[in-house]
């Protein structure tokens, strides 16, 4: 299926009014952090997505204490603490 066409003007400084119907199809809600980049002759606009603080990868994000944090990195973590504190701790063992 053929995406529906949109066409909106540019104003004198530069902003745009996403259509309605595109924000509600798409669940973007007032407040929503967008990201875009040119590619080619395109602008491209998406939801912009926190990386974790440590590995910077967007995917499997869970906020802890204010700070956006990927599982992979949280069990990498816990694994780190249960060598360096608890040679005999096992990670699930450290989860409970
Ligand atoms: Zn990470």
Redo the contacts with the bound molecule.
């Keep these: 299926m053929k995406p529906a066409r949109m066409i909106r003007r540019l104003d004198g400084f530069g902003r745009i009014v996403l259509p309605e119907a595109l924000r509600a199809q798409l669940g973007i809600e007032e407040g929503a952090e967008l990201e875009f980049y040119s590619s080619g002759d395109a602008i491209v606009l998406s939801r912009f997505m926190r990386g974790?603080v440590?590995?910077g990868?967007p995917r499997r994000i869970i906020m802890f204490r204010g700070q956006h944090?990927?599982k992979?990195?949280i069990m990498e973590m816990l694994d780190h603490a249960a060598e360096k504190h608890s040679p005999n701790m096992s990670v699930e063992a450290s989860i409970k």
């Design positions: 974790c440590f590995c990868l944090v990927c992979n990195c």
